[in-house]
């Protein structure tokens, strides 16, 4: 990953003086920095997987209503909406956290691992918040905390968010109901809607990125994601007669062959990228029967809308013209998962100081491109002005290229960076009611 200058070198026209609040910001966030830290601990200890996360949601909404924040629930199973009224008037503004954990067995060494176990797809695995949304809940809650002791400081309302199912929901076939989790079920659920925000916020913690220190972009900051499945029905024969039959394993492979041609062909590259890969193959009982059916998934994945949208409009042709030149059937299903998470240009820009505030001097970076993987919060900012960024993880003393990634089991999060994700959080607030109206009237403008 390359990264360059510090957001100094944007120029930007309003000066990081006219966002400077005195010391008390940051002297919050370290006030309530260890309550960071333990509750991150317990969280990463206690690790449940989408639409699963009872116990995580029981520990959020008491936390918030000891903090004094009204709490609604009721919103995509275990969702939480927190509600604080600052003392001023203002916008609405809203700041989320995902909650859910991962399928798979934790191997970083820290006093704090996971054992614990779930029920993912009706079958028992291993739990663990390989991913870093543990760090998102407790540095959203520890801002919570932080802003309702400053609640006569707050020129507006602050909505907390706390999503579950980000990585999808370990009851459902995600594939066909992905729709039912995650941010688009707390959308449908109306959990923006009283009070309805103008603009959102969101972080994620990576690995392979110092921590302390903030990473970010405007426009396209993170892929959109979709699945697709392929089911080839053929006529099962004897493998040493092919001709008597219809060959579903040859079918397959001439279809993910041309499925290339969907970027390297169709999509105008000058937009920017796309990716559609095969993941799984199913097919065939024994090494001498070629098959009546194979199946396959796989994921799309683009940083461009227009992209994203050609490949799902001449994929199933593709695909069904291959079929047939191969005297077999296709059906083809798309499942759309997340757009592409795209960051308000405005509101990065104008947001920028708050950023270099909150890490440091020299610690707030602009990235070249945008990460490859993908987030829901893409739905979010469909709705409003989005402002989504990356906090380091990773130990700033370590080699930041043989950090494990982010969904591997040694994935950590260095506790020290979660003091700079809380200070992010309240700075995004307190700074956003001075440029909202630019903001927003630039977001207007557009639609």
């Given at each position: 990953m390359q990264l360059t200058k510090t957001c100094l070198s944007l120029g930007l026209a309003m000066s990081i003086s006219?966002?400077?609040?005195?010391?008390?910001?940051?002297?919050?966030?370290?006030?309530?920095?260890?309550?960071?830290?333990?509750?991150r601990h317990h969280i990463h200890a206690n690790p449940e997987l989408g639409n699963m996360e009872f116990k995580t949601s029981e520990l959020v909404q008491k936390e918030l209503r000891s903090y004094g924040i009204e709490v609604k629930k009721g919103f995509a199973k275990t969702g939480v909406i927190g509600v604080l009224k600052g003392t001023k008037p203002g916008p609405i503004m809203a700041l989320r956290a995902d909650m859910d954990a991962l399928p798979m067995e934790e191997k970083a060494q820290v006093p704090?691992?996971?054992?614990?176990?779930?029920?993912?797809?009706?079958?028992?695995?291993?739990?663990?918040?390989?991913?870093?949304?543990?760090?998102?809940?407790?540095?959203?809650?520890?801002?919570?905390?932080?802003?309702?002791?400053?609640?006569?400081?707050?020129?507006?309302?602050?909505?907390?968010?706390?999503?579950?199912?980000?990585?999808?929901?370990?009851?459902?076939?995600?594939?066909l109901n992905g729709d039912q989790v995650g941010a688009r079920k707390m959308i449908a659920d109306g959990a923006l809607n009283n009070p309805k925000p103008e603009v959102i916020f969101g972080m994620h913690v990576m690995a392979g990125m110092p921590s302390g220190n903030i990473f970010y972009k405007d426009g396209a900051a993170l892929n959109s994601a979709d699945g697709i499945r392929v089911t080839l029905t053929g006529q099962q024969v004897h493998g040493s007669m092919p001709w008597k039959g219809r060959d579903s394993i040859v079918a397959a492979a001439d279809i993910i062959q041309n499925l290339q041609t969907m970027v390297s062909r169709r999509a105008d590259l000058s937009k920017g990228?796309?990716?559609?890969?095969?993941?799984?193959?199913?097919?065939?009982?024994?090494?001498?029967i070629l098959p009546e059916q194979v199946s396959m998934i796989g994921t799309i994945r683009s940083n461009h809308e227009d992209i994203r949208q050609s490949i799902f409009k001449n994929l199933p042709t593709m695909i069904d013209h291959?079929?047939?030149?191969?005297?077999?059937?296709?059906?083809?299903?798309?499942?759309?998962y997340a757009p592409v998470t795209t960051n308000d240009k405005t509101l990065t820009e104008l947001m920028a100081p708050s950023l270099i505030q909150a890490a440091g001097e020299g610690k707030a970076h602009v990235l070249e491109h945008n990460q490859s993987a993908s987030e829901d919060f893409s739905y979010y900012g469909q709705l409003m002005p989005s402002l989504?960024?990356?906090?380091?993880?990773?130990?700033?003393?370590?080699?930041?290229?043989?950090?494990?990634?982010?969904?591997?089991?040694?994935?950590?999060?260095?506790?020290?960076?979660?003091?700079?994700?809380?200070?992010?959080h309240m700075r995004f607030i307190l700074d956003y009611p001075k440029v909202a109206s630019q903001v927003q009237s630039a977001w207007k403008a557009k639609k």
């Amino acid at each position: 990953m390359q990264l360059t200058k510090t957001c100094l070198s944007l120029g930007l026209a309003m000066s990081i003086s006219q966002f400077a609040f005195a010391d008390w910001v940051d002297d919050a966030a370290t006030k309530f920095e260890q309550h960071t830290i333990q509750l991150r601990h317990h969280i990463h200890a206690n690790p449940e997987l989408g639409n699963m996360e009872f116990k995580t949601s029981e520990l959020v909404q008491k936390e918030l209503r000891s903090y004094g924040i009204e709490v609604k629930k009721g919103f995509a199973k275990t969702g939480v909406i927190g509600v604080l009224k600052g003392t001023k008037p203002g916008p609405i503004m809203a700041l989320r956290a995902d909650m859910d954990a991962l399928p798979m067995e934790e191997k970083a060494q820290v006093p704090f691992a996971s054992k614990a176990k779930g029920i993912y797809q009706g079958a028992e695995t291993p739990v663990a918040h390989a991913c870093g949304h543990d760090t998102h809940t407790a540095m959203l809650l520890g801002a919570a905390k932080a802003l309702a002791e400053n609640k006569d400081k707050i020129a507006g309302t602050v909505v907390f968010i706390f999503q579950p199912a980000e990585e999808g929901g370990a009851d459902i076939d995600n594939f066909l109901n992905g729709d039912q989790v995650g941010a688009r079920k707390m959308i449908a659920d109306g959990a923006l809607n009283n009070p309805k925000p103008e603009v959102i916020f969101g972080m994620h913690v990576m690995a392979g990125m110092p921590s302390g220190n903030i990473f970010y972009k405007d426009g396209a900051a993170l892929n959109s994601a979709d699945g697709i499945r392929v089911t080839l029905t053929g006529q099962q024969v004897h493998g040493s007669m092919p001709w008597k039959g219809r060959d579903s394993i040859v079918a397959a492979a001439d279809i993910i062959q041309n499925l290339q041609t969907m970027v390297s062909r169709r999509a105008d590259l000058s937009k920017g990228m796309g990716v559609v890969s095969i993941g799984q193959i199913q097919g065939g009982t024994s090494g001498n029967i070629l098959p009546e059916q194979v199946s396959m998934i796989g994921t799309i994945r683009s940083n461009h809308e227009d992209i994203r949208q050609s490949i799902f409009k001449n994929l199933p042709t593709m695909i069904d013209h291959t079929a047939q030149a191969n005297d077999v059937k296709a059906k083809v299903e798309i499942s759309p998962y997340a757009p592409v998470t795209t960051n308000d240009k405005t509101l990065t820009e104008l947001m920028a100081p708050s950023l270099i505030q909150a890490a440091g001097e020299g610690k707030a970076h602009v990235l070249e491109h945008n990460q490859s993987a993908s987030e829901d919060f893409s739905y979010y900012g469909q709705l409003m002005p989005s402002l989504f960024v990356f906090l380091g993880a990773t130990p700033a003393d370590q080699d930041m290229s043989k950090a494990a990634p982010n969904h591997n089991p040694y994935f950590i999060v260095d506790d020290k960076t979660l003091k700079t994700g809380v200070e992010s959080h309240m700075r995004f607030i307190l700074d956003y009611p001075k440029v909202a109206s630019q903001v927003q009237s630039a977001w207007k403008a557009k639609k």
